[in-house]
């Protein structure tokens, strides 16, 4: 098993414990706070509301995008609170891989009854070893 997927598998973990304990209706902005925490308390080196930039016809545009999450520089974590998951929410996330070029990202919402419907693997051409 690769780094990356060990990540994911820790990430689940420490997400479906949040959920249990906290349950849902909770700001996104206290589910990420709550698992960046969770995970630094676990070793892995966590960044928070990490900037984006994008480049686009010879201009660098700053901060165009922030990530809520980023773990060991190679995890990509978006937190949502919402009722249902739109497309859109997915889409962000694959944008985020394809611009820091990283294989894979985590859509976490934590509105459900259960932490496991609102988990969803985005790959950006991820092969795991």
Do not use: W
């Amino acid at each position: 098993m690769d780094r990356v997927d060990q990540l994911t598998r820790i990430v689940i973990d420490e997400a479906i414990a949040i959920h249990r304990e906290l349950g849902p209706g909770l700001f996104e902005s206290v589910y990420e706070a709550v698992l960046a925490g969770r995970l630094e308390k676990r070793g892995l080196r966590v960044a928070r509301q990490v900037v984006v930039p994008v480049t686009f016809d010879g201009q660098t545009f700053d901060a165009a995008f922030k990530i809520d999450i980023l773990v060991e520089d190679c995890l990509i974590l978006e937190i949502k609170a919402v009722d249902q998951g739109a497309r859109a929410h997915a889409k962000q996330v694959l944008t985020y891989l394809r611009l820091l070029k990283q294989p894979l990202g985590l859509l976490l919402n934590f509105s459900g009854e259960t932490m496991k419907e609102g988990i969803r693997r985005i790959v950006n051409g991820h092969r795991p070893l």
